[in-house]
């Protein structure tokens, strides 16, 4: 709660649940352009640091001539873990609760990973940060986790 509102000492208009709402876009956005190698997507999206990450991971799907393709079932749950402002930086992490279906395969379609009948439960703690100062309204992703 305390770096809730420190937040909003920053930046009155911060509303959580318009936040929240906008994570569980963004989060399955940022799913799904990863596993569709969509670069341009991402890089409005991501931190620096965060997209060079990604990138990495999709390089090395190209250069084996893999394709990834994920479903969501659904976005069970978004919620607020923590709260923090630093400066002018106001960082919020989100645990994600999702049910979706992924699998890649190489370039003949073979499996690689995962199961395209199988969905999966995933949970991601990720970071999102915006500089209150700035006008652009935007918050980008900074850190990606997972958890059991």
């Known amino acids: ?21 906008g994570a569980r876009s963004a ?3 940022i799913v799904l352009a990863f596993a ?6 991402l890089k409005d999206l991501l931190s ?3 997209y060079e990450s990604f990138e990495a991971v999709i390089k090395d799907r190209e250069k084996h001539e893999q394709k990834t393709e994920t479903r ?7 919620e ?12 919020l992490t989100v645990r994600f609760v999702s049910q979706m279906i992924s699998v890649t395969r190489d370039k003949a379609g073979a499996i690689v990973d995962g ?10 703690v ?13 918050w980008k992703l900074v850190g990606t986790g997972s958890a059991a």
């Not at 305390?2 to 709402?21: E, K, M, N, T, Y």
């Not at 569709?36 to 997507?41: E, F, S, V």
């Not at 969501?72 to 978004?78: E, G, L, T």
């Open 48 to 50: 620096s640091e965060v």
């Open 80 to 91: 607020l873990v923590n709260a923090e402002a630093r400066d002018r930086a106001a960082q």
């Open 126 to 138: 990720w970071t999102f940060a915006r500089d209150t100062s700035s006008r652009d309204p935007n």
């Open 36 to 41: 569709n190698g969509d670069r341009r997507a």
């Open 27 to 29: 989060y399955e956005m």
């Open 1 to 21: 709660a305390a770096g809730l509102d420190a937040i909003v000492a920053q930046d009155s208009s911060f509303d959580p649940r318009h936040f929240i709402s």
């Open 115 to 124: 199961n395209p009948d199988k969905v999966a439960d995933i949970t991601d």
């Open 72 to 78: 969501f079932v659904s976005i069970d749950k978004a």
